[in-house]
């Protein structure tokens, strides 16, 4: 019982552990709506000719239209990007100033700062192969916004850090936190 009881140290830093979660996020939304663009525009004609024929002479649907609107909504996720990114900043603020931590974590900090470095250097390489392959460059050019925040996940990462660091050593002689 006394195991279960114990703490371990990425659990009680867990506001760095926020940060990975900050990572993939990031890296996973933008490449899947980069395949999900990709592949609606892929399977687009073959869907209005397959619902174009289905109709019956007297329908009155415009099926172009409707999934005209529809690719439009996916390449819009890039507009609505920054918001994402406000909200995760948002998520990293708030776990931040519910744990209180030591100024000796700091090292350790460092040293999880440097693997979420080297995390979001990784994603950040293979979100810019994937999107430049003739497969989906066109597809890419649709989401500009995103591709900026993916590109420089390394730079978001560090500001993240950051913002962790400045709210947990701050807080570090507080009689409150979550510990």
Not at 19 to 31: E, G, H, Q, T, W
Not at 80 to 109: E, M, N, R, T
Not at 118 to 128: C, D, M, P, Q
């Amino acid at each position: 019982m006394e195991i279960l009881k114990r703490k371990s140290i990425i659990q009680r830093n867990s506001d760095f552990g926020a940060m990975f979660v900050v990572i993939v996020i990031i890296f996973a939304f933008a490449l899947v709506m980069l395949i999900l663009s990709y592949a609606f525009g892929q399977i687009k004609p073959k869907l209005i000719k397959g619902l174009t024929s289905s109709q019956g002479e007297d329908a009155n649907a415009n099926v172009t239209a409707m999934l005209d609107k529809s690719g439009v909504a996916l390449t819009r996720i890039n507009v609505l990007y920054p918001l994402l990114i406000a909200g995760l900043f948002g998520y990293v603020f708030i776990s931040a100033l519910f744990f209180k931590s030591h100024p000796a974590f700091f090292f350790i900090g460092i040293m999880i700062l440097g693997v979420a470095l080297i995390i979001g250097a990784v994603f950040s390489n293979v979100y810019e192969r994937i999107s430049t392959t003739d497969t989906f460059a066109d597809t890419a050019d649709d989401f500009s916004i995103m591709e900026l925040f993916v590109k420089n996940l390394p730079l978001l990462t560090l500001i993240f850090f950051v913002a962790i660091a400045i709210i947990a050593w701050t807080r570090a002689g507080d009689a409150g936190g979550g510990m």
